[in-house]
């Protein structure tokens, strides 16, 4: 169990305060928080600084392709009801954010961390963790979907030495895959709507078989794992059968399976499925997203889709026909410059309802609604947008550049 008593070395010591001071000049220069420089400066002048800070802390890591931002929110809340919490909430999810985010952990006792999927085996090795949850892996906007395979295969490398437990989504073949090198797995049964990325055995690249919820491979018997938690409709269901109804603010199937991981990584550390759950009830929004802002006296609810996978989920937590949507997509460094993503997203599930669309890259947008056979409306800007759309709550969906340049116009 982790207690403050092992006191810095005088190096590391050293790396925070020049961190910290590099992140008040960069703050001062107004470039947003200065987290990451500050990150960056302390992790040169102590390249351990990370494990050292991380030494004195129970560590859980959250990482996927989707949700981990808010399924990290969701665990630091369920933790705190067992002590401090350290977190990296504002997603700087790089071992620079992250060193960043542990310097300022005071008398913290759990670090709850969200870690770029590139980043997890690295940051595993360094951190010792207690628990690594894994939710969802699938192509995002810069890989195609071999890049994915080799994530799973990295990360299979990476976790098989760990001691930590591993909390995963057993519907998920590549996340499975991922963590069955792993002697200490607890399988959730989180769903999966998004299936383009594991049609072919990660084992062995036969055709995956996917009956219903189950899947398996017919050629090597790669197959799923049987779950100890699950998620069925609105409750979790525990290891030992019982159900806990689910209450978040949060909305959306996606984020009851973001619970549902959350509770069996709390129960890890103690704390029962419905102290966790009722904690989980005070996330309202996750850096921005879900936020229900008011601009030009209409309701706009503020949704962020950085992928395909992210998409197609974004489309089944909306209100229904006929609430109004707009859509936003850029393709600036962050969102990956090529919009050829649009072409693995279902648009037509957007039919029968009034649709902006706006961007930097709203032609090609364009394109791909009218292929889909969809009725949209092209825009000059958000707040044209806004005025074009019928009465009713706002569905705003953009990705993730274009999600910063939402904020900042019709944002609080
Ligand atoms: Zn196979």
Redesign the pocket.
């Known amino acids: 169990m982790a207690g403050n008593t092992e006191p810095l070395p005088p190096r590391a010591k050293l790396a925070v305060t020049a961190g910290k001071a590099a992140a008040a000049v960069s703050r001062a220069a107004g470039r947003g928080s200065g987290s990451v420089i500050g990150g960056k400066v302390a992790l040169k002048l102590d390249p351990d600084l990370l494990a050292r800070l991380a030494q004195n802390l129970d560590v859980v890591l959250v990482s996927a392709t989707n949700g981990k931002t808010t399924t990290t929110r969701l665990i630091a809340e369920a933790l705190r009801a067992v002590g401090p919490v350290v977190s990296n909430a504002l997603g700087a999810n790089m071992p620079a954010g992250i060193t960043a985010a542990l310097a300022g952990s005071g008398d913290a006792r759990y670090g709850v961390i969200e870690v770029d999927e590139k980043y997890l085996p690295a940051v595993a090795r360094d951190t010792t963790p207690k628990a690594i949850a894994l939710l969802n892996l699938s192509r995002d906007q810069l890989d195609r979907a071999g890049e994915t395979r080799m994530l799973a295969e990295r990360w299979r490398e990476g976790l098989s030495g760990s001691k930590a437990v591993i909390v995963a989504n057993a519907d998920d073949p590549l996340v499975v895959w991922a963590a069955s090198s792993s002697p200490n797995v607890v399988w959730v049964a989180a769903g999966q709507e998004w299936k383009d990325d594991a049609w072919s055995?990660p084992?062995?690249g036969?055709v995956m078989q996917r009956p219903g919820d189950d899947w398996f491979?017919g050629?090597?018997g790669?197959r799923r794992p049987t779950p100890s938690w699950a998620l069925s409709g609105d409750h979790v269901l525990d290891p030992h059968g019982s159900a806990w109804p689910i209450h978040l603010q949060l909305p959306g199937r996606a984020n009851k399976a973001n619970a549902t991981t959350s509770a069996a990584v709390a129960a890890a550390f103690g704390v029962p499925p419905q102290v966790a759950l009722e904690r989980m009830y005070s996330v309202t929004a996750v850096a921005g997203r879900y936020d229900v802002v008011s601009y030009q006296g209409r309701e706009i609810r503020l949704l962020l889709a950085k992928n395909p996978a992210g998409w197609l989920e974004t489309f089944s937590l909306i209100d229904p026909p006929p609430a109004p949507v707009i859509l936003s997509v850029n393709a600036r460094g962050a969102d990956g410059t090529d919009t050829s993503w649009l072409w693995d997203v279902d648009y037509s599930r957007l039919a029968g309802r009034p649709i902006c669309v706006i961007g930097d890259r709203k032609l090609d947008l364009a394109v791909r609604l009218e292929v889909a056979g969809v009725d949209f409306q092209v825009c000059e800007n958000a707040t044209e947008a806004v005025r074009q759309c019928p009465p009713g709550r706002i569905e705003a969906i953009a990705n993730y550049t274009a999600f910063q340049d939402l904020r900042r116009i019709v944002g609080n």
């Open positions: 055995c084992a062995c036969g491979c050629e090597c790669f």
